[in-house]
């Protein structure tokens, strides 16, 4: 009887939740949380990228964040979400670095530019792409991203070269595989090049290949 009666008073009293009961300042406050949290597990995920765990799973995530795998899941729907934010904070941090105009005057000077400015790039990102592609075969949003990035790849160099160039498929590629992060990964990952190494290879093809033209 007492429930029943206490039902029927309505919700002002029966059916008060306590984010109706908490005042404006204790839902900011658990809103500030909530997202430091998230923040949290999304450094975490770069932090373990970055030391060489490639492939870090949920419960690494979540200790090393210093969170329950509870708060993880509660943010992040999977592992794709995460990877989802770290691309995006990623790319609002290394656009600007590519959209910024080239100042040479003619089209080998650019082009050679535009090599610096990508071994600077690449070696930021490649942490994370070499993550991403051990996923990406069974991540459709992580295969469209790396099928969206190689294709940018190519139209900026398109963009760079003159128009007979850029025209001819062989030297585009040509042009694309000395300066596409693939061959960069190989060398510095595969070969174990240093930067220093890689970047004296890197100039040497992309020379070669102007002098052929």
Avoid: C
């Avoid at 656009?95 to 050679?112: F, M, Y």
């Amino acid at each position: 009887m007492f429930q029943l009666a206490k039902a029927a008073q309505g919700p002002e009293i029966a059916g008060m939740t306590d984010l109706e009961t908490e005042t404006d300042g204790q839902v900011d406050g658990r809103r500030q949380r909530s997202e430091r949290n998230r923040q949290k597990i999304i450094a975490a995920m770069f932090d373990l990228v970055r030391a060489g765990d490639m492939e870090p799973s949920a419960v690494r995530v979540a200790e090393h964040a210093q969170v329950g795998l509870r708060t993880v899941f509660r943010h992040f729907e999977d592992l794709d979400s995460i990877y989802r934010e770290m691309a995006e904070q990623m790319e609002a941090r290394i656009l600007p670095q590519i959209s910024k105009p080239l100042k040479a005057e003619d089209w080998q000077g650019r082009i050679k530019e535009l090599m610096r400015r990508r071994i600077r790039v690449f070696e930021e990102i490649m942490p994370l792409r070499i993550s991403a592609s051990l996923r990406r075969y069974r991540s459709e949003f992580l295969m469209e991203g790396h099928m969206r990035f190689t294709q940018r790849e190519r139209d900026i160099i398109s963009y760079v070269l003159p128009e007979e160039i850029s025209n001819d498929p062989v030297l585009l590629s040509a042009f694309d595989s000395t300066l596409s992060f693939a061959t960069w990964r190989r060398m510095r990952q595969d070969q174990s090049m240093s930067r220093v190494k890689a970047t004296r290879v890197v100039e040497t093809m992309l020379d070669a290949l102007i002098a052929s033209i």
